[in-house]
Every structure is written in C-alpha cells, then in structure tokens.
C-alpha cells in the first residue's frame, strides 16, 4: 500500500512541475503520467517475463495474460471516471486524481494465520 501511494505522490507532484511549465493543466498532466507509470511498469513485467522463461508457454502466454489484466483494469478505471463525472458533476480529470488514490487506500491482504 505504501508503495501505491509514494507512486501517486511522485505523479502528483509531477502533475503539478508540468503546470507550472506551462505543458499542459495539472489534472491531465497527472493522467498521463499516471498512465505512464503503470504503462512503464507493465512494460517491465512483460520483458521481465519474456526474458526469464525458457519455454514458449512462460515467454507468451504469461505476459500476454498480464497484458490483458493491465488492460482491462485502465478500461474500468476510465469508464468507472467518466461515470462519475456524469453522476457527480465533476472535472474528468479531478475525478480521476481522486479514483487513484482511492484504489491506493483499498489492498488485498492475504495473509495467512496459522
């Protein structure tokens, strides 16, 4: 979670040193590098993978899964913003900021108690 979150201040903060270069506004900055981000580390996953398996199966059949995950999780991130603009009456890109930082807070703990 810890993690989650330092990732979403680092583009949070960079959102805001693109405003004040003139790039572009600060909530679709943080848009773009957010999905920068993710799209970084999925490209790591992916060569990850494809480097570290010797079979055909772990060099395609892994990363592609991991691909699709990726991709219909930004699918449902998107579509879950538009339809809280459209309920809420906010800016796309503040209901944005706010989605992500949301999912920072939820995790998935699967800890074992013995």
């Known amino acids: 979670m810890l993690k989650k979150i330092a990732l979403w201040f680092i583009c949070f903060g960079l959102s805001f040193l693109v405003e004040s270069w003139g790039w572009a506004e600060q ?3 943080f848009m773009y590098i957010d999905l920068g981000a993710v799209g ?3 490209a790591v996953v992916i060569l990850s993978c494809l480097f570290a ?3 055909a199966v772990e060099r395609l059949g892994i990363p592609l899964v991991v691909a699709i995950c990726y991709a219909a999780i930004v699918a ?3 579509f879950a913003t538009w339809g809280a ?3 809420f009456n906010v800016d796309y890109y503040v209901a944005y900021q706010i989605m992500t930082f949301g ?3 939820c995790t998935s703990s699967s800890s074992k108690k013995d």
């Open 27 to 29: 909530g679709k900055a």
């Open 40 to 42: 970084l580390i999925l």
């Open 53 to 55: 398996g010797d079979g």
């Open 76 to 78: 449902v991130i998107l």
């Open 85 to 87: 603009t459209k309920l």
């Open 103 to 105: 999912q920072c807070l």
